[in-house]
């Protein structure tokens, strides 16, 4: 696509259950992160992935939060036991080799209850 | 450690005036520095950058912003706003090595009739 997507668009679920968030980045991007927005806290950063290094994870805001990218290309972003705090909106962003531009998808927004 | 900072919560604005939105950060040496915009429910659109170079950039939708390096400054202004530009406007700052972005907490703009 010409775009970085993700998917849901919006998640419901309840407090405890897991939750899966997944992102395409855009085609060739070696660069992908995830960032979460709330009303609290802003635009934070979560997690990194640059080609096949280790991924920076020193944004994760627990071990309930994991990240994986298969194949050098989609993310998938993972919350454990979910908890009303995790509401807020994920922002997942790619950048091609050597630019330092990210570029946003549209989110998902997750709602715990 | 690296800090954005955003003087203004939320700004109004007449439509057809100008517009400059505050933007200072903290940080050991001279990062990239980026201007986004988020409309409701929107993901961010980047609307410039600053890398090396002219201290003054050019941007999308006519935004311009200029880095001062002396005030630790990255200003966005526009010379005359037009409804449209209502939205949320976030300054981010990347360290020139890559890696993630640290925003400041957004400033929200209303254009008046």
């Known amino acids: 696509g010409a775009g970085v997507s993700q998917s849901p668009s919006n998640k419901v679920t309840e407090k405890g259950k897991d939750v899966e968030l997944r992102c395409d980045p855009i085609?060739?991007?070696?660069?992908l992160y995830w960032y979460r927005q709330s009303l609290g806290q802003g635009l934070e950063f979560l997690i990194y992935?640059?080609?096949?290094?280790?991924?920076?994870k020193s944004g994760l805001p627990s071990d309930r939060f994991s990240a994986e990218r298969t194949g050098g290309s989609v993310s998938t972003l993972t919350i454990q036991r979910t908890q009303q705090e995790d509401s807020a909106v994920y922002l997942c962003a790619s950048s091609g080799s050597g630019e330092e531009t990210q570029y946003f998808g549209p989110g998902t927004r997750l709602l715990v209850l | 450690a690296q800090s954005v900072t955003q003087p203004d919560i939320h700004i109004t604005v007449s439509e057809g005036a100008s517009l400059e939105l505050r933007c200072n950060y903290s940080?050991?040496?001279?990062?990239?520095l980026f201007w986004y915009v988020q409309s409701p429910g929107q993901g961010l659109q980047l609307l410039l950058k600053y890398f090396s170079g002219d201290t003054l950039v050019q941007g999308i939708k006519g935004f311009e912003a200029e880095f001062k390096r002396s005030q630790s400054s990255f200003n966005l202004r526009k010379p005359s706003v037009h409804w449209s530009d209502a939205a949320e406007y976030f300054c981010?700052?990347?360290?020139?090595?890559?890696?993630?972005?640290?925003f400041g907490q957004g400033t929200e703009l209303s254009v008046k009739p």
């Open positions: 940080y050991g040496a001279t990062p990239y």
């Open positions: 992935f640059q080609g096949n290094s280790a991924p920076d």
């Open positions: 085609s060739g991007h070696t660069a």
């Open positions: 981010a700052v990347e360290r020139n090595q890559g890696g993630k972005l640290i």
